[in-house]
């Protein structure tokens, strides 16, 4: 089953503009992590927010969560053609031992 | 940073064979496997999670002797899908907690393709 559900399912944009990807889930958390996945391939970690952080930056990447509406929002900056990929959010069930993924925003990023 | 391989990346089998995928941690040690499916475009659904040196735990649903998944080692587990059928046909994802840290690693996949 989907801890998370994930908005925009996908999400088409110019180079340059920014891309914002919303994350909801179900059960209380001791963080929610975001991964990349480019078509065909394996998952990447981008970032990973604990449940005391509001805000987290990593590069072009901001990263938000809101513990009282259990959502997280990933933030690109900037974008590229090259951050055309899937991104996930996740988090960690099952008593601390199962990574549990969302729903996958698909991002588009158009020259 | 540590690395997972699986192998093999990419497979066509004929119905009713068996086939089996290897996810292996290159530079650390994993107490922990995880094997997850991925249909085309949507998220990952965790399958199984694999401990060294016992049997692994299996997702509501997931058929155990269908998907059988042995954890032999500190780096390597397989999953040997049996009587493969074209339903069976997916993307197969293992990632690796690495013991020392606890971080998860994610192996490129496997394509199983069944005709």
Known sequence: SQQGEE??????IQEGENATMNCSYKTSINNLQWYRQNSGRGLVHLILIR??????????????????????SLLITASRAADTASYFCATITGGGNKLTFGTGTQLKVEL | GAVVSQHPSWVICKSGTSV???????????TTMFWYRQFPKQSLMLMATSNEGSKATYEQGVEKDK???????????????TSA???????????ARWA???????????RLTVL
């Open chain 2, 100 to 110: 020392d840290t606890g971080e998860l690693f994610f192996g490129e996949g496997s």
């Open chain 1, 51 to 72: 449940s005391n952080e509001r805000e987290k930056h990593s590069g072009r990447l901001r990263v938000t969560l809101d513990t009282s509406k259990k959502s997280s």
């Open chain 2, 20 to 30: 089996k995928i290897e996810c292996r941690s290159l530079d650390f040690q994993a």
């Open chain 2, 85 to 95: 059928h074209p339903e069976d046909s997916s993307f197969y994802i293992c990632s």
């Open chain 2, 67 to 81: 998907f059988l998944i042995n954890h032999a080692s500190l780096t390597l587990s397989t999953l040997t899908v």
């Open chain 1, 7 to 12: 908005d925009p399912q996908a999400l088409s």
